[in-house]
């Protein structure tokens, strides 16, 4: 399958500054893509590039194959964004801003505007001066404006900022339903990481301006990681362990013992302890979250 | 091409839709209907007209014959001893401003209200775009940015249009209700050939329309491009009142002392200094002036067109 959204080796100088190093990234039809990092770390900037706010200093951003920077026009048609805060034009009302946006595309019918505001719950406002939203629903606004021409490439810089729980999730599960069922591919930035774990199918961390890691979000369950065994007696099964595996470090607490253990020795462990004649009443896996993996890869809220 | 018109109702929306504008129209129409009622309240009426005419002639004749005058004045003063003995033989009497046609071509001299009132919205333009952020959703659509920077220069401009119509059609109505139309027949003078000729004032009164739509062009297209360049609404509006209401007087100046400041833009931006015989620097022409108004307005546009195409928007 050819990548929806490709990144060759990109970079960005402003001044004598290198702000984005040799960032290459593939983002497919139907995923929705997590990209996250500290404050500072690049996201916006790399977003600018991507939707051609700004120029590439070297490197390749290529939309269903088109060269942004050489193929604009063709390329973009392609990709409905919100690029940080989503300004509206405040003296207007919310459906004359999209009438707005809709004139400047080819193809978005007044019926596709009224399916769109339906679609992200603006009806009841969306005459109303935009000066009168609320955030979360300027948010709204902002995301109906992306959809309007049906895109293929969606780019979503911080979409749930501002958002209420419900609207989170309504966000979310539109997002989810997007890809799935009509194979858009999305990018998401943002910095609420429980969020990014429940919406994403991959994700990038980049810090400093440099691509840390590409994972999968099933991946992060099948890390070294800390597994609660629900065991009697626990003095017991705490001495098969360190007999077994002296590497592995072991915390006991009430239920039972906590072990920071290798996936695949799962099973080697619980054989053991069995065969000792240790009572296993339960194995729970405490997967580590987005979270802490991002923590750990990026060295804990360090700003450049 | 239907796209660029799309991209023209846009900026249409944008200008029509706030408040800031619909002040200025107002104030525009306000003046303009003050301004009759001014003049009716003032205005008074010269004992003999005849009189001031021969007085007039006389002190042309005096100018021309102390001799050490420049050529294009001389013919200016003669066009005109001509055209006063041809009022006097044919009992052809000056337009005084209270009346319908006065009214109306000293309305022209308003059109530097409506210069300003460009100049506001072009300076507001871009810069806006870039101080509300919406430049950032405004360029990422399949349009290339000279178009939407050409839309909105043409909507600028087209706003520039509509106040001229108005102030026009304003001061018609307001002259003709307060000076009445009877003097409507009334023909203007003009020198052609060597001979004078009467003529409609209607193609009077348009021609100074015309003619002080330079400094609207102009200006209107200095205060855009300033706009895009430093993308700051108040550095545009600033810069560009500035030189509309002090260039002329800064390159008057220059201009007594040296020849180079006919190339300066303000010495060619008046142009109805042609009609009034008296060249900022002798020996410029009507033609010099339009080539170089001409060469601004290509520098200018060009200027921020580039800067506009290339700019990285991290707004
Ligand atoms: N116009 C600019 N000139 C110089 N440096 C800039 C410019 N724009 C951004 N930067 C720098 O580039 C880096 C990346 O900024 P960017 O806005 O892309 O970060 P981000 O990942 O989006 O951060 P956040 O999570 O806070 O939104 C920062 O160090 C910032 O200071
Ligand atoms: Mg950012």
Redesign the pocket.
């Known amino acids: 399958m050819n990548p929806l959204l490709q990144l060759k080796n990109v970079r960005k100088d402003?001044?004598s500054?290198t702000?984005i190093h040799d960032l290459s990234l593939e983002v497919f039809a139907g995923e929705v893509f997590g990209f996250l990092?500290?404050?500072?770390?690049?996201?916006?900037?790399?977003?600018?590039m991507i939707v051609g706010l700004m120029d590439i200093t070297s490197g390749e951003v290529l939309i269903n194959g088109i060269d942004v920077a050489k193929n604009f026009e063709k390329a973009i048609r392609y990709v409905g964004a919100i690029v940080?805060n989503p300004e509206m034009y405040k003296f207007l009302t919310g459906y004359q801003n999209l009438l707005h946006y809709a004139r400047m595309t080819s193809g978005v019918t007044k019926d596709r505007i009224d399916e769109v505001i339906k679609l992200v719950g603006l009806e009841h406002r969306i005459h109303d001066k935009v000066k009168t939203y609320s955030l979360g629903m300027r948010q709204r606004l902002g995301l109906a404006q992306a959809l309007l021409h049906r895109p293929s490439l969606l780019i979503l810089?911080?979409p749930t900022n501002g958002l209420d729980p419900a609207g989170i999730r309504e966000i979310r599960d539109y997002l989810r339903k997007l890809a799935r069922e009509e194979g858009l591919g999305i990018v998401v930035?943002s910095?609420l990481l429980s969020e990014m774990e429940m919406m994403c199918d991959r994700f990038a961390i980049?810090q400093h301006?440099k691509l840390v890691t590409i994972e999968a979000v099933q991946e992060l369950s099948k890390q070294a990681q800390k597994v609660l065994w629900i065991v009697d007696p626990i003095e017991k099964a705490a001495q098969v362990v360190q007999e077994r595996f002296p590497h592995y470090h072991i915390q006991q607490n009430g239920q039972g013992i906590e072990v920071d253990i290798d996936y695949h020795d799962i099973p080697k462990l619980n054989a053991a302890l069995v065969a000792e004649h240790v009572q296993v009443y339960g194995i729970q896996v405490l997967a580590k979250s987005l979270e802490e993996r991002f923590l750990e890869m990026t060295g804990g809220n360090e700003i450049? | 091409m239907s796209n660029f018109f799309s991209l023209i109702r846009n900026e249409n929306m944008k200008i029509y839709y706030r408040f800031g504008t619909w002040f200025m129209i107002g104030l525009l129409v306000l003046v303009a209907v003050a301004g009759a009622i001014i003049v009716k309240t003032s205005y008074r009426e010269p004992t003999d007209w005849r009189k001031e005419v021969t007085a007039e002639t006389a002190s042309f004749k005096a100018s021309l014959e102390e001799g050490n005058i420049s050529k294009t004045y001389k013919d200016y003063l003669t066009q005109q001893l001509k055209i006063n003995e041809y009022r006097l033989k044919h009992d052809i009497k000056p337009i005084a401003s209270n009346t319908f046609w006065g009214y109306l071509e000293s309305s022209a001299g308003m059109i530097s209200l409506v210069t300003l009132f460009t100049i506001i919205v072009a300076a507001g333009s871009v810069a806006s775009e870039f101080s509300w952020g919406t430049i950032k959703l405004l360029l990422i659509r399949p349009t290339n940015r000279a178009k939407i920077l050409l839309s909105k220069y043409m909507a600028a401009l087209l706003f520039a249009i509509g106040l001229l119509v108005l102030l026009f059609a304003v001061s018609a109505i307001s002259g003709a209700a307060l000076f009445g139309i009877e003097t409507i027949k009334e023909p203007y003078l003009a020198y052609q050939n060597g001979e004078v000729v009467e003529k409609s004032m209607i193609w009077y009164v348009l021609q100074m329309y015309a003619l002080n739509c330079a400094d609207l062009v102009m200006m209107t297209t200095f205060a855009f491009m300033i706009s895009t360049v430093f993308r700051n609404q108040s550095l545009a509006i600033g810069l560009a009142t500035f030189s509309l209401f002090i260039g002329p007087q800064i390159t008057y100046f220059l201009a007594m002392k040296f020849d180079w400041a006919k190339y300066l833009l303000f010495a060619n931006t008046n142009l109805s200094q042609y009609l009034d015989g008296m060249p900022m620097v002798e020996g410029m022409t009507m033609s010099f002036s339009i080539m170089m108004l001409l060469l601004y307005f290509l520098v200018f546009n060009a200027l921020a067109w580039l800067i506009f195409q290339k700019r990285?928007i991290?707004a």
Request: charged letters at 25%; zero cysteines.
């Open positions: 402003i001044g500054k702000i990092g500290p404050n500072g770390a690049g996201k916006t900037t790399t977003i600018r940080e810089d911080e930035s910095h980049i301006g450049v | 990285d991290a």
